[in-house]
């Protein structure tokens, strides 16, 4: 069974500090990892990671993926108000015709100003 | 705004009562999947429906069942509703059956 599983679940930090959110995954056929941010309903896609080694960045938020390892990062810096969501990883198996996703349980991320 | 949009936002059933939850897709796109999140997990996937028929289904009983109607919108009907059946519903819509998925706000069910 696919398996998705990510740290820490929750997280406190002051505007300003960095983070690294983690994400390990097990699956069959692996095709791709994804990043989410849900911030009250709907998640909304951040990244989608197919090759080791290559780091995806858009604006403050970064990404990248060890497919040896099976594991990736999403780093955040200088972190705002706003960046406070449950942060999913995502991964997607291959092999077939759909497109399924297999998520984490989030990591809660909380910004105090 | 993905431009997927689901109806109800909220809604308050009985153990054992039957729920149907409505998604429009996003203009274009002919693939629905739909996803349930319980509170404090993420989305488990339930099924994806491909040009009007199912095209992969999750671990959830038969009693989750959907349908896709030839404007690519599509329905998520529950039966014998149970209260783990109490979760946010997200639909998503994408181009192609591999595409990228844009989800919708989500149908928040409680079943009491």
């Known amino acids: 069974e696919d398996k998705v599983v990510q740290s820490p679940l929750s997280l406190v930090v002051h505007e300003g500090d960095t983070v690294t959110l983690n994400c390990s995954y097990e699956v069959t056929n692996f095709r791709s990892l994804l990043w989410y941010k849900q911030e009250k309903k709907a998640p909304t896609f951040l990244f989608m990671l197919t090759s080791s080694g290559i780091e995806k960045k858009s604006g403050r938020l970064s990404s990248i993926l060890d497919k040896k390892e099976l594991f990736s990062i999403l780093n955040i810096t200088a972190t705002q108000t706003g960046d406070s969501a449950i942060y999913l990883c995502?991964?997607?198996?291959?092999?077939?015709?759909?497109?399924?996703?297999?998520f984490g349980k989030g990591t809660l991320l909380t910004v105090n100003p | 705004e993905t431009g997927v949009t689901q109806s109800p936002t909220h809604l308050i059933k009985t153990r054992g009562q039957q729920v149907t939850l409505r998604c429009s897709s996003q203009s274009g796109h002919n693939t629905v999947s739909w996803y349930q999140q319980a509170l404090g997990q993420g989305p488990q996937f339930i099924f994806q429906y491909y040009r009007e028929e199912e095209n992969g289904r999750g671990n959830f009983p038969p009693r989750f069942s959907g349908l896709q109607f030839p404007n690519y919108s599509s329905e998520l009907n529950v039966n014998a509703l149970e209260l783990d059946d109490s979760a946010l519903y997200l639909c998503?819509?994408?181009?192609?059956?591999?595409?990228?998925?844009?989800f919708g706000e989500g149908s928040r069910l409680t079943v009491l």
């Open positions: 998503a819509s994408s181009l192609g059956r591999t595409g990228e998925l844009f």
């Open positions: 995502a991964v997607d198996r291959g092999g077939g015709s759909n497109y399924k996703l297999t």
